[in-house]
C-alpha cells in the first residue's frame, strides 16, 4: 500500500497521507469484497505508522471489538453495531451505496456506510482530513456522491495507432494497460491506479479509445478476457470497467453481413455478445459509442437515426443493468470553409435534440460541455438544456489536448467549475452539474460526469506532475462539483506534498497556488483572446497556427480579415447559433452589448475598432492579454524557482524544464497572435511594445 | 525484352517501339557486356518483328557477316570493321565512351561507336527514331553527352519510415530496391528499369535516401550485398550505382568514437570500407552525402568545414576513381521568423562559395537548381555562378514534392530547359547546363545534373502515368540540355503510344501536348504567383496553406501584411541576397522595375497595388493567374476526354481520375489564395469574380 516501491510516484496516495489513520487503533466491521479493501488499506497503514487495526464482520456482535479504538469503520446492517457506530446511525439517514456517514462518538470517530463503497470512500475522506478527522468539534455529517456515474474515458489503444500512437491525445507515455497489442502484466500498477482513482471518487473507467480500430473491436468478444482482467483488478477499488465499441461490430467482429439497429440478426448478435460479456464480468459497466463522427461507423449507414442506434445497444445491456454512453460528438468533419452557413458549434444540437426522449432510460447521452472541442474557451453547449427527457452525461478533457497537452502547467478546476455551475435557463434554475445528476429533468434521470483521461505509463502518470491536480479535481468535481477549486488543490497539496515530507510546507503551499490558481486563464490569455478557438498546428494540437485550421473541412473558423474577427452566430445576421439557447443566454449571446468579451468572437464578427466590456480595442485586447500571459508564465517560472531544495529533486526539475517549454511556447504564441493580427489590422500596440 | 508480361507498365519501351529495328536484317560487331546487351535487345526485337542478327567479334573480320544487311551496330577498334562501317568511320572523330554516330552507307544504316556504352545508346536512339533511321537521306551525325554524369537520386528507405514511409517525397508506391527492410527479389522489373532509365541516357543512381537511416547506414558495411546486387543488375545497362552515406558513418556502424574527418582513424576507417566497397562493386559510382542539413550528421560537429568533410570521403574514393557527391543544401532550419535579417536563400551561397578551390578534383558538389527548394518558381541558384574551380552538379527533382505530387499533371521540361538554359553571366556567357558539363571554369571540371526520382513500384512506375513523360525528360536532357522540350515530348509519346497502337495518333500527340506542354505553366498560376513559394500544407507539402510556413523555423516565408507581400531580398533594403549573384542579374534582380514578374515577390516586398510589367496590380494579378489556371485545368481535363476509346482504357481512367483531382485541388488553391489575399487586402476583384 506504499507508494509503489519507487515503481511509479505515489501520487496523492504516499505513505505519510495514513499517517493519521495508521496511528490509531481501528475497527473495520463489515463484509464483502470493499470492506476487505478498506481493512488492507487500514492494516497497510497502521503497519507503517504503529496503530493497529481489528475486524469484524456483520453478523458479529461488535461492540466487544470496539472497546478502546479510536476509529470505527463500519457498515450498517441488521446485526448490532459497534456501540459508537450505532450512536452515530441516527444522524446517517440514508446514505446509499456510496454516501457514508463522518462523525464523533465520544472519543471515537466513526465512519458509517450502508454500503461497502461508500466504506471505502469514507476511509479515503478521513486520509483528506487527517488528523483534523479525529479532533473533538468534528461535526457529524453525511457526504453523498452528487453524481452517480464518475467515469474516466481512456482514448487507448491496445495496438499502436501509426498516427495517434498507443493513447490518442496522450501525453503520459503509453497505456496502463495495454502496450504492442496485449494487455500489461504489471496489475500491481493497475491495483494502484485503481486505488488512485477511489480515493478520488471515481467509479468507472472505458478502457479503450472511442475511436474504435480493428485490433480494439476485438475486446468486445475473443479478447473479452483482457478487459476482464482489468476489471478484477479494479473491482476491490469500486471501479467498474465499461467498453468503447465499434456500431460495426456485427459486421467487424461478428461476421454479419450489416448493422443495421432495426436488423433481428443484428439485435441478436449484441444480444448475445452482451450476455456473454456479462458471463464473464457480472459488474460490467456497459458500452461508450462515438458513432457516424469524424469517421466512425454508426446508424446513418443504414438510413437510421442515433436513437435508433443508441436503443440496439441498450436494449442488448437492459437486462443486466448496464448503460450505453452515446457521444453526441456528431458533426461534418469534411465541410467546406467557403459555406458560411454551416456552423459545426450548431451540429450536435441540430442531431440530438430533435431526438429527445426517444431514447431508451439506460442510454446516457455524453455531451462535450462545450460545442466545439474542449477550447480552453467555449460556452457551454446548448444540448445541455435541450433534451429534459433524455440522461445527460457532460464530457470534459482530463488530457491537455487543447490546453498545453501537459507540457503547459495549466489547473483545470476553475474552468470545469464554471461549467459546471453555469445555470443553462439563467440564475435561478438547475446548473449544469444538476442535468447531469438528473435533478433537473421532471423524472430525475441521471446521467454522470465523464473526463477523458489524462493518464498514462509516465512515471508520474501524468507527463506532467502537476497535472495530477487536473485528475484529482476531476474526480472530486465529479463526487461534489459546489467544491472550492482552491480547497481542491489544497486537499491535493497536502496529500501529495505531506507537510511532513518537505522543509516548507506553507511555501509549497503558497508556490503552488501562485503557479496552479489562475493558469487555466493565463493559458486562455495567450492561446484564445476573446473566445477565438483552434488557432493551433492542425493534427498535433500543439503550438499557434493562426490560420492553421482557416481554409480547413474541420469547421474552425475565425474569419480575421483587414477589419474584423469573429464567427457571427446570431439569429440576426448569422448561423443562428444563439437561437439554440433559452433565455436568458439566447438574447445575452446574441447581444453585441451583453455578451460577455471571454466569448465575443466565439458568437459575434467585429471590427477591430470595437470596444467590449473590457474598455480596449478588440486588437488592443489581444496584443494586452498575449503580453500579459507570456509575463504571467515568466512569473509562474521564477516562483518556481522557490521550491528547489524544497521538494523531491527529480519532481522540481521535471516542472522546472516544463516550465521553460511553456514560456517558450507562450512566447510563441504571443508573437504569432500579435504579429498575425497586426499584419491583418495595421493596428500598432498602444503601449510601442515590440511586434514583429 | 515486352513490355513486361503485365506486370509492369511498358513506359517507353514497349514492343511496337521496336518495330523498325526488328524488322531488319542485323549484324552487331564488337565484344563486351553492353555489346551483349545491345545483341539481346536487337535478338528480342527481330524474334517480335521479323528480323534476324548477326554477331561479330572485334576480332573477327565482319565482312562477310556484313553481307546483306540492312543495319551495323559495330564497335570501332583494331580490327577491321563490317564494310559499311568502315565507310561511315571517317565521319566519326573521337566519339568518346558513350558518344555514338550514326549515319547512312548505302543502303545501310550504321551505328558507331567506340566503347560499348555508346553503342547501347545508339540502338536506343535508333529505336526513338524508328523508321526514320532507314531512310536514304539520313545525315551522318555524331552524338555524345553533353554532360559525362547523368543520374538519378531515389531518395528510398530500405526499412520503412514511420513518417516518410518507404520513399521519401515518393508519389509512386514502394520502392523498386527495398521492401520491409529487405531487398525485393524482383530483379526482374530492376532490369527493366535499368533498360528504361538507358534508353534516356541516364548513366548512375543512388540507392537509398540522403536522410540516411540506422538500417541504411548498413548498407555499407554488412549489407553492402544488397547494393552489390543492384549493381550486378543494373551493369549491363550502363547504369552504375552510387550509395548515400551518413557522415556519422565511422561511429553509427564503425564503432569509432567519433566521425572527426581529420581525425587518422576516421581517415583509416573510411579508406578500408571503400576499399570493400570496390572490391565488391568494381564500378561504384560513389557517396552521396547531405550533411549538417535538416539534422543529419556532418563535419560541423567537429569544427570542420564542408571542404573538410568531403575531400575526407573523396580521398578514400580516389584510389578506385569513384566520387563524392556533396549536396549543397545547406540551410538552417531552425530559424526564428522574427528574424528578418536571415535568409535561407543566402544559405548555400554563403556556406560554400567561400570553399570554392579546397575540394579535391573527385568531389562534385551537388547544388538545387534554386536558392530554395524545388519550387514550382525560383531563380537559378547563385551558387552555380559561384564557384569556378569546383565541380558543379545541378540537381533537379523529377519527383513532384512541390509540383502536384504526381496527382496533377505536371510536365516539368520546361521548368529544367529554362534552367538549363540560363546564364548566369548574361546572354553570351556559359549557360547552367554548360557549367555543369565543366565548359564554363577554366580547368573544365564536370558536374552533371542529378534528378530526384519519381519512380516507384506503382504500375506505371510514376503513380501519374504522364509523370513518365517528366523521368524521359529528365534523362533526354541530361544527354542533350539544347533539346526542345516539345521535341522530347514528342519522343515519349511515340514511344509510349506506339501510332500503330491507337486509332489516331494525331489526336494523341495533340490532345498530350495540349495537357503537357504548358503544365507546368498552370500550375505556376494556380500555386505560386510572382514568386511566392511554399504556401503549401507543411508536412506533407500538398494542398495550399498561406500562412502554413510563415511563422515555421524553416526560413519560407511571404511576409503578406494588410500592405503588401513579398521578400525584399535586395542589397539596398533587404537580405542582400541580390548581391549574390554576378551582374547582369545582380542589379536586375535588385531592380523592382527590371525584375522579372515572376520572380518579383521572390526578390521585392511591394504593395498589392504595384503594378508589374504584366499590366494590372500584383493583387489583381493574383486573382487573375489564380482564376486562370483553374480553368486551364478545366479545359486539360476536358481535352483528356477526347482520348476516351483511343488510348487504353486503365490508363485513360486513371489519368482522368487524376485530373478531377488536380480541378479539384486547383480549385482550393484558387479560392484559398484569392480568400487570403482579399482578406488582407480588402481589393476586389476587378472583374466581379467570386472570392470567398
Redesign the interface.
Known sequence: MSGGDGRWHAAWLPPEAFGAVGARRVLVHGDGLLVDTVFAEVAGACADHGGHVLRSGLADAGEAGAVGVDLVLALTGAAPLPAPAEAARADAGTLGDEGFLMARAGEVTVVLADAPPGLLYGLFHLVRLGAAAFEPGLPAQPHRPALRRRMLNHWDNVAVH?VMGQVERGYAGGSIFWRDGRPRRDLDRLRAYGRLLAATGINAISVNNVNVHATEARLLTDRLGDVAEIADVLRPYGVRVHLSVSFAAPVVVGGLTTADPLDEKVREWWAITTRAVYERIPDFGGYLVKADSEGQPGPFTYGRDHADGANLLAAALAPHGGVVHWRAFVYNHRQD??DRSTDRARAAYDHFAPLDGRFRDNVVLQVKYGPMDFQAREPVSPVIAAMPATRLAVELQVTQEYTGQQRHACYLGPCWSEVLDFRPWGPGGPSVAEVAAGRAGPDGRDGGLAGVSNVGGDWYWTGHPLAQANLYAFGRLAWDPRLDTGAILDEWIDLTFPPSTTGDPALVRQTLHAVLDDSWRTYERYTAPLGVGFMVRPGSHYG?????YE?SPWGTYHF????GVGVDRTRATGTGFTGQYPEPWSSVYESLDRCPDELLLFFHHVPYGHVPHSGTTVVQHIYDTHFAGVEQVRWMRQRWDRLAGVLDRALHDRVAGLLDEQLRSAT?WR??IN??F?????VPDAHGRRI?
Do not use: L
Not at 480575421?560 to 477589419?563: E, G, K, N, S, V
Open positions: 501509426p470553409w467557403r499557434p497556427d493562426v490560420d492553421g481554409y480575421a480579415d483587414r477589419d510563441e508573437d504569432q504579429t498575425y497586426f499584419r491583418k489590422s495595421g514583429h
